[in-house]
């Protein structure tokens, strides 16, 4: 994962999927958290200013596992804090994304690591992701609670 200069309330979740794909041989090639992104989820902010903890998960086009003719220039996958669950998207030739990412029903806010290496390895070969839900990360509670006292202070703010 690229390195922060402080850690944030996901980032220990974060880290704990990149080394649950990394040990899967699914390692990816960009991943990275951050708290500056807008919060596109929120309605009653006049200003535009409210920003919301996310994590981006890239593989491109030379990964090993990709199978090209599913997904020809890689796919992404996007962890926001607001929203319920991981979200995905096929990737441009710039890396962009092809269009705004899809929920991914499967893979609930905490899911566990190990669910999420079985969503990417089915993305990566060009399968849908599978539907059912698994278990959830087993910090998953002490995760929430510094993400909603996160939240709390960037609404004082």
């Not at 990149?18 to 960009?30: I, K, Q, V």
């Not at 491109?60 to 929203?83: C, F, K, Q, S």
């Not at 698994?134 to 909603?148: M, N, R, Y």
């Amino acid at each position: 994962m690229t390195a922060q200069t402080r850690t944030l309330p996901h980032d220990p979740y974060i880290t704990a999927v990149t080394e649950a794909l990394t040990a899967a041989g699914l390692e990816p090639t960009e991943a990275w958290t951050s708290d500056s992104e807008l919060d596109r989820y929120r309605d009653d902010d006049l200003y535009g200013l409210a920003t919301m903890l996310d994590a981006v998960l890239e593989w491109d086009d030379e990964h090993p596992a990709l199978d090209t003719n599913g997904h020809r220039y890689g796919i992404g996958l996007v962890w926001d804090h607001p929203a319920e669950q991981w979200q995905w998207a096929a990737r441009k030739d710039n890396g962009h994304f092809i269009q705004d990412p899809e929920f991914l029903p499967s893979l609930p806010r905490w899911a566990d690591p190990a669910v999420v290496v079985i969503v990417v390895r089915e993305l990566l070969a060009g399968r849908p992701a599978p539907t059912a839900e698994g278990p959830l990360w087993t910090g998953h509670e002490e995760a929430q609670a510094a993400v909603d006292a996160w939240a709390k202070a960037e609404a004082e703010s």
